[in-house]
DNA sequence: ACGGTTTCCGAAACCGTTTTTGGAGATGGA
DNA sequence: TCCATCTCCAAAAACGGTTTCGGAAACCGT
C-alpha cells in the first residue's frame, strides 16, 4: 500500500510551502512561471490526485449534482426508459460543466435519517445542486427541499422554491396536436387513456385533449376518456373496454408509447387492425417506436433536451445568475408513422 | 444564511467536548447513557447534519461507490435500457447497505486530468468501490483501474484484477437454450444474428448457438450466421438477407430482443408471417418483449439480480472478503411467448 | 542612498470530523 | 485504608486541502 501523495509532499520535494503548491496547481497568478511548472512537472510524475473530500471541505463546494429518482418496487422509474434518457442529458451537460452526479441511494445514511429525507441527505454530501426526476411533489420532505438554499431543478413535475425551476415538455400542446393529426386524418370519434391523473403530465395531456376536441368542434363523450397510469397493461385493459362500446372510437390517443404498445396488443386480441380499423398515437416517442408493429405515431419528447435544459439550469443557478425562469417548457414534435391512417 | 450546526456547536450547548458528541452520535461504548440521549436530543432538534466530506477525510472511506458508465453518442449506453435496469439493481442493493452512487459525468475534473482517466477520478473522490458497465475492457485506463487498490466489478464484460469481479449472465447457456428450444418445435434450419462480437456477451451467444447447433446433430452454415451489433437496425438488415436466401431458416435466434424486434419488422417488410412462417427468439427479455406483436419469446436475464450480485460483490470486497469468485454468472431464463411456433 | 511598489512566497488559520491518549473520579477487593 | 480497575470524558492530533496576511527581495525612480 503505497503511501497517498499529498500537497505537503509536493511542496516537501519541490521546496516551496503548501500554500503555493495549492496555488501553482489552481492556476493562480501570484506563483512564478518557472516555479509553476517545476510543481505541476513533479505533480504528474508523482501522479498526485487532490483529495475532493478536503477542498470540498474548506470551499463549500462540492462541483457534485445530487440526482433524487425512486426507484422503489411501487416506483419503477429507474425502469421507465424516460427518466434514463433524461438522466443521460443531463449527465452529458453537467458533466461538460466539471460536474459528477451523486444518485442518492442509502437507505440508512450516516446522520440516522429517514429514506426521503432529502434536504439532510443533500447536505451532507454537500451538493452544488440537486435534480429531482419523478418525485412526489405533494411529499412534505420535497417540499423542504426546494425550500432550502440548494438550487433544484425538477422534471416533469410541479414545484416550487426560491432556488429551484421545473423543466417539462409541453404536454398540453402536444396531446392538442396528436388530436388535431388525427382529425386531419378524417377521424371523428376520438378517445383517449390517460396517464395517471395525478401527475402533471398525467393532466396536461388529457387537458390538451379536451381543449383541441373542443377547438375542432368535436363532441366531448364522457365515455372515451379512460384512465390509465403510463404503463402498457392498464392501456390494455382500458383499450379493451373502448373496443366494446356500442360506438367505439375510431382512434385513440395514448399518453405515452407504452400504453400506445398496450393499446395495439387490445386491438390485435379483439381482432381489429392498426391502423386500418383503429388509429393509435403514442406519447413520448421511446426507442422502440419505431420498430414495433406497426411503428409509432407519436409525439416526440426531447429527452436529452431535457436533461440537458436540467442542466443549464443548474450550473446557471449555482453560478449565481439571478434571473431565470421558474418554468422553461420544451416543444414536442408529432412524428407519423404506421400507427395512424384515414378510417 | 443561517449557520451550518457542526459537531463543534453541539458540544458548546450540551457542555461536553467535541470528541465525546462524536461518540456518542456513531454509538460508541464509552459515554453515559443520559449524557448520549441528551446529545442526540439535542441533535435532532438543531436538525444537525454531519458534512461527509470531514467524515471522509479523516476515515478514508466514502460510502460512495463510483460508476463509469459511457454515454457518448458513440456509446449510447444510457439508453440501451439494459444497463438502466442493471444500474436500477444496483443501486437498491447497495442502498440497502448505505452506499450512494456517484456517477461520474466530468470531463474536465479539478485535477486537470482526462474523461478516461478513471482511477485517478476514482481517488479523486475516494470512493469505496466501483462498478464499471459497458466500457471497453482492451482500454488501458480500465485495466489501470481494475489493477489499483478500489474494489471493483465489472458487468458484462471480461475484465481481471487483484480486487475485482465480474458479473454476467450464463450467455453461452441461454443462446443453446434457445436454439435448443427452437429444435424441439421442430425446426431445422435455424439461423442466429449476432451482437458486437468484440463483446463478452457477442461471442459467447454465438458459441452457444454453435454449441447446440453441433451437440443437435444439425449442419452449421455459415450464411446462417450474420453478425450484427445489438441493436434493432442490424437485425432488420440482416434478417432481410436471410429471408432472400435460396434456403431461408424456418428460425432466427436474435442476440437480443432489440435485435428481434427489428428481425420482426423485416419479416413483416418481407411479407412472411411471425410466428407461422418464422419463429424467432431474442434475449434479454427487456420490459417491452411482452408487448411487442407477437409477444417476443425470449431469454430472459435478470437484470435487477444482475445490479444485486454486482453489489454484493462490492460491498464484501469491501468489507474485506477475502475469498470472493472473480466470476459470477447468473443464470437466464427461457420464456416462450408468442413469436415462436412449429414450422 | 532611500522610500515606495511589485512580485513571489512562507506561515498559519481554518474547514468539520474521528480517534488516540490520558486523567479524574468512582468503584471494588483485600 | 490503599491500590487497582473501571467508567466517562477532555484535549489534541490528525486528515488534505484553501486562503488570508504579511514580509523579504527585487525593482523603480529620484
Redesign the interface.
Known amino acids: 500500500?503505497e503511501e497517498r501523495v499529498t500537497i505537503r509532499e509536493l511542496a516537501r520535494r519541490s521546496g516551496v510551502s503548501v500554500g503555493t503548491v495549492s496555488r501553482a496547481l489552481n492556476g493562480y497568478a501570484d506563483v512564478r512561471p518557472e516555479t509553476r511548472e517545476r510543481i505541476m512537472r513533479l505533480a504528474s510524475e508523482l501522479?498526485?490526485?487532490?483529495?475532493?473530500?478536503?477542498?470540498?471541505?474548506v470551499t463549500q463546494r462540492?462541483?457534485?449534482i445530487g440526482?433524487f429518482m425512486e426507484?422503489g418496487e411501487g416506483h419503477p422509474d429507474?425502469?421507465h426508459?424516460f427518466f434514463?434518457?433524461v438522466?443521460?442529458g443531463l449527465?452529458?451537460r453537467?458533466?461538460?460543466e466539471?460536474?459528477?452526479?451523486?444518485?442518492?441511494?442509502?437507505?440508512?445514511?450516516?446522520?440516522g435519517y429517514g429514506p426521503h429525507d432529502y434536504l439532510?441527505r443533500a447536505?451532507?454530501?454537500?451538493v452544488d445542486g440537486c435534480a429531482l426526476i419523478g418525485l412526489d411533489p405533494d411529499d412534505d420532505e420535497v417540499r423542504r427541499l426546494v425550500r432550502g438554499?440548494i438550487p433544484c431543478v425538477a422534471i416533469d413535475m410541479q414545484l416550487e422554491g426560491p432556488r429551484t425551476e421545473v423543466v417539462m415538455s409541453d404536454n398540453e400542446a402536444g396531446a392538442a396536436a396528436a388530436v388535431r393529426h388525427l382529425h386531419e386524418l378524417g377521424h371523428r370519434r376520438i378517445a383517449t387513456v390517460t396517464g395517471m391523473i395525478d401527475s402533471r403530465p398525467g393532466v396536461d395531456r388529457l387537458r390538451g385533449y379536451r381543449a383541441a376536441i373542443q377547438a375542432l368542434g368535436l363532441a366531448y363523450r364522457d365515455e372515451y376518456v379512460r384512465y390509465g397510469d403510463f404503463y402498457?397493461e392498464s392501456a390494455r385493459e382500458q383499450t379493451a373496454q373502448l373496443l366494446a362500446l356500442d360506438e367505439p372510437p375510431t382512434a385513440i390517443f395514448a399518453a405515452a408509447d407504452?400504453m400506445a404498445?398496450?393499446a395495439?396488443?387490445a386491438a390485435?386480441e379483439a381482432g381489429v387492425r392498426v391502423p386500418e380499423q383503429l388509429s393509435i398515437v403514442g406519447f413520448d416517442d421511446i426507442?422502440?417506436a419505431p420498430?414495433?408493429?406497426p411503428p409509432l405515431t407519436t409525439l416526440r419528447q426531447d429527452k436529452l433536451g431535457l436533461g440537458a435544459a436540467a442542466g443549464d439550469a443548474l450550473v446557471a443557478r449555482i453560478a449565481g445568475d439571478p434571473d431565470r425562469p421558474s418554468l422553461r417548457t420544451l416543444p414536442v414534435e408529432l412524428v407519423v408513422r404506421g400507427s395512424t391512417a384515414a378510417p
Do not use: C, W
Not at 501522479?47 to 477542498?55: E, K, L, Q, S, V
Not at 466539471?98 to 446522520?111: N, W, Y
Open positions: 500500500m501522479d498526485y490526485t487532490p483529495a475532493a473530500a478536503a477542498r470540498s471541505l462540492s462541483h457534485v440526482v426507484t429507474l425502469q426508459p434514463h434518457e438522466l443521460g449527465k452529458q453537467v458533466g461538460r466539471g460536474f459528477d452526479l451523486l444518485l442518492f441511494a442509502s437507505e440508512r445514511p450516516g446522520g439532510k447536505r451532507h454530501h454537500n438554499e402498457a407504452m404498445i398496450g395495439i396488443r390485435a426507442q422502440l420498430h414495433v408493429n
